[in-house]
């Protein structure tokens, strides 16, 4: 992919023509940024306890535990695209702090019951929460910033959701460690953390100026991203199914005979890694460009797919020989989200910004499923070199579609 795009020195959002006037009080844009990091913080952090919870705590087998955990994307899937339409013509403020405030609720409800149906349906109805939260934060995200600074400030964004999930998983650990493994403790636990979250954005965060669009997107949320951005929604797709089959590595990892504690060191250090590269590549990218930057990512990911591929034929200790090459590119493969998210912000309409990042929302949402399911089915079959080999058919079928409709557009340039 051979980008050729606007970088810092002008905005694509003339395309809209002249910025209407900011009726809104005047707000600390850096202020505002914190805050929404710190809402999604909060809201991966319930996730990712859940997510630690749910298995222990359900009295099902393991079928049953999937279909309850997958309710939640299913459910962000359905509503992110409806929620940004709604963003865009009513605001953003009262999603995010209805989202916040449902999801703490959620959380501390499912400690009322164990009964399998209702959990899944409270589980479902949080999907919907978490699509508010996300959709309306870079919505806000995107109207705080200009194309000088978006890319870091989405790299911002990433990086409270990977903390957020490994504080998550830490949190619900600790509070089971200290209570006895109570969990009905730990959902409550779990969702004060959040409320406290959704008390900060009610004090804090203010209503930013935006456009009110009133199209047919409504019919079509399509019509909300322009040619190029299309283009690039299969690699989106398939960058975030890639990330669903992460979720399963731990156990892929540890079947291909790693230690617990050696693939937790792994893990936390690549958590730590994804995060600071999110915010350095948000930055790079508003130097030099979103799609150069893009295609750093996606040539690290490449990278660490077959180094690791190359080392798990032989034998699972010549993962920690190749750990250098998979870590170099592992950090390069932190550009992709960034670089991504801040693209979209800059090409979207500023009247159709909510619709553009509930459609990217929809394909997170979506990937995550795929992701999931893929995972588990190829370590099933092949443990981590069936998993890993899936990921790059996965990368590979993705990136061709979106090179092909990149080239349909007029060239293989991202401006």
Same mark, same amino acid.
């Given at each position: 992919m051979?980008p050729?795009?606007?970088?810092a020195?002008?905005?694509?959002?003339?395309?809209?023509g002249?910025?209407?006037?900011?009726d809104?009080?005047r707000?600390?844009?850096?202020r505002?940024?914190? !805050?929404?990091?710190?809402a999604?913080?909060?809201?991966?952090? +319930?996730f990712?306890?859940?997510?630690?919870?749910?298995?222990m705590?359900?009295?099902v087998?393991?079928?049953? *535990?999937?279909?309850?955990?997958?309710?939640?994307?299913?459910?962000?899937?359905v509503?992110?695209?409806p929620?940004g339409s709604?963003?865009?013509?009513?605001?953003?403020r009262r999603?995010l702090?209805l989202?916040?405030?449902?999801?703490?609720?959620?959380?501390?409800?499912?400690?009322?019951?164990?009964?399998f149906?209702s959990i899944?349906i409270?589980?479902?109805?949080? /999907?919907?929460?978490?699509?508010?939260?996300?959709?309306?934060?870079l919505?806000?995200?995107?109207?705080?910033t200009?194309v000088?600074n978006?890319?870091?400030?989405?790299?911002?964004f990433?990086?409270?959701?990977?903390?957020g999930y490994?504080?998550g998983?830490s949190?619900a650990?600790?509070?089971?460690?200290? =209570?006895?493994?109570?969990?009905?403790?730990?959902?409550v636990?779990? /969702?004060i953390?959040?409320l406290?979250?959704?008390v900060?954005?009610?004090? #804090?965060? $203010?209503?930013?100026?935006h456009?009110?669009?009133r199209?047919?997107?409504? !019919?079509?949320?399509?019509?909300?991203?322009?040619?190029?951005?299309?283009?690039?929604l299969?690699? #989106?797709?398939g960058? =975030?199914?890639?990330?669903g089959?992460?979720?399963?590595?731990?156990?892929?990892?540890?079947?291909?005979?790693?230690r617990?504690?050696? !693939?937790?060191?792994t893990?936390?250090?690549g958590?730590?890694?994804?995060?600071?590269?999110?915010v350095?590549?948000? #930055?790079i990218?508003? $130097?030099?460009g979103?799609?150069?930057?893009?295609?750093i990512?996606?040539?690290?990911?490449i990278?660490?797919?077959?180094?690791t591929?190359?080392?798990?034929?032989?034998?699972?200790?010549r993962?920690?020989?190749q750990l250098?090459?998979?870590?170099?590119?592992?950090?390069?493969a932190?550009?992709? *989200?960034?670089?991504a998210?801040?693209?979209v912000?800059?090409?979207?309409?500023?009247?159709?910004? /909510?619709?553009?990042?509930?459609?990217?929302s929809?394909m997170?949402?979506l990937?995550? *499923?795929?992701?999931?399911?893929?995972?588990g089915?190829?370590t099933?079959? +092949?443990g981590l070199?069936? =998993?890993?080999?899936?990921s790059?058919? *996965?990368?590979?079928?993705?990136?061709s579609? =979106?090179?092909?409709?990149l080239?349909?557009a007029?060239g293989?340039r991202?401006?």
């Amino acid at each position: 992919m051979t980008p050729n795009e606007t970088t810092a020195g002008s905005d694509p959002q003339s395309r809209d023509g002249p910025q209407p006037a900011n009726d809104l009080p005047r707000v600390d844009h850096k202020r505002q940024l914190l !805050v929404l990091y710190l809402a999604m913080l909060v809201t991966r952090i +319930g996730f990712g306890s859940v997510l630690l919870l749910f298995p222990m705590y359900l009295a099902v087998g393991s079928f049953g *535990v999937g279909i309850a955990l997958s309710a939640y994307p299913l459910a962000e899937f359905v509503s992110a695209a409806p929620i940004g339409s709604y963003v865009d013509l009513k605001g953003r403020r009262r999603m995010l702090l209805l989202g916040l405030l449902s999801i703490s609720l959620l959380t501390m409800a499912i400690s009322l019951t164990k009964n399998f149906y209702s959990i899944a349906i409270i589980h479902a109805v949080m /999907g919907f929460s978490g699509a508010a939260v996300t959709v309306s934060s870079l919505a806000m995200i995107t109207d705080l910033t200009a194309v000088s600074n978006r890319g870091v400030s989405m790299g911002g964004f990433d990086f409270s959701n990977i903390l957020g999930y490994a504080l998550g998983i830490s949190f619900a650990t600790t509070i089971l460690h200290l =209570t006895g493994r109570n969990y009905v403790l730990a959902f409550v636990a779990t /969702g004060i953390v959040l409320l406290g979250g959704c008390v900060a954005s009610i004090i #804090w965060v $203010k209503e930013t100026s935006h456009s009110s669009a009133r199209r047919s997107y409504r !019919v079509n949320p399509l019509a909300a991203l322009d040619q190029n951005t299309r283009a690039i929604l299969p690699l #989106w797709l398939g960058l =975030t199914t890639i990330l669903g089959i992460v979720f399963v590595l731990p156990r892929s990892l540890m079947e291909s005979g790693l230690r617990f504690s050696e !693939v937790g060191i792994t893990l936390a250090l690549g958590a730590f890694g994804l995060g600071i590269g999110s915010v350095v590549f948000g #930055w790079i990218s508003d $130097k030099i460009g979103r799609g150069k930057t893009l295609s750093i990512g996606i040539i690290g990911l490449i990278l660490v797919l077959l180094s690791t591929l190359e080392a798990v034929s032989h034998s699972p200790q010549r993962v920690y020989q190749q750990l250098p090459l998979i870590a170099l590119g592992g950090f390069m493969a932190t550009a992709t *989200v960034p670089s991504a998210l801040a693209f979209v912000g800059d090409r979207a309409n500023r009247g159709l910004r /909510g619709s553009a990042m509930g459609i990217y929302s929809m394909m997170l949402s979506l990937g995550m *499923v795929i992701g999931n399911l893929l995972g588990g089915y190829s370590t099933s079959v +092949g443990g981590l070199k069936a =998993t890993l080999e899936a990921s790059a058919g *996965v990368l590979l079928l993705s990136l061709s579609i =979106t090179v092909f409709l990149l080239y349909r557009a007029g060239g293989l340039r991202l401006r």
